[in-house]
């Protein structure tokens, strides 16, 4: 994904989702990274024009959702948080990179409990079961002694 302050690109695009949560991974393990303030800039920008386009599908399935459901409203507050972390400029610095990867994160966390199936009914675990019956069926050659000959 490229940077992309309007939104425009992602619109209809499926995420590439792994190559940018092994960055997001990559940018949050950084201790004493060094780097340079351009570099630090590229990878706030990567993960900047991809948190656009996460929001948007973040906003995309709350919107499906029914009034009622809460998931929706969790969603609202994640996006105007991102919409506040967006708006502000990104800088050359280890710690703007860090801040859009923590921004990511939150979004793909939001966006899987969006994604995820409610339950219909309650699930119950393999012990609670009951066993299934089960039928033997008597081989063919004793059926076939059991029956009167002709």
């Given at each position: 994904m490229l940077h992309d302050p309007h939104g425009l690109v992602?619109?209809?695009?499926?995420?590439?989702?792994?190559?940018?949560?092994?960055?997001?991974?990559a940018v949050l393990a950084w201790k004493n990274p060094?780097?340079?303030?351009?570099?630090?800039?590229?990878?706030?920008?990567?993960?900047?024009?991809?948190?656009?386009?996460?929001?948007?599908?973040?906003?995309?399935?709350?919107?499906?959702?029914?009034k009622n459901d809460g998931r929706g409203?969790?969603?609202?507050?994640?996006?105007?948080?991102?919409?506040?972390?967006?708006s502000q400029p990104?800088?050359?610095?280890?710690?703007?990179?860090?801040?859009?990867?923590?921004?990511v994160r939150a979004l793909y966390e939001r966006l899987d409990r969006l994604t995820e199936a409610l339950p219909t009914a309650p699930q119950r675990c393999a012990?609670?079961?009951?066993?299934l019956p089960t039928y033997r069926r008597a081989p063919a050659t004793q059926a076939r002694s059991q029956q009167p000959g002709p």
């Open positions: 992602g619109a209809e695009r499926p995420l590439d989702r792994a190559p940018h949560e092994a960055l997001v991974t060094d780097l340079t303030p351009r570099d630090y800039e590229q990878i706030a920008l990567q993960l900047t024009g991809h948190a656009r386009a996460l929001a948007a599908d973040v906003q995309r399935h709350a919107a499906a959702l029914p409203a969790l969603a609202e507050v994640i996006l105007r948080e991102a919409t506040g972390r967006l990104t800088q050359g610095t280890a710690r703007c990179a860090q801040n859009r990867a923590r921004l012990s609670e079961l009951e066993p």
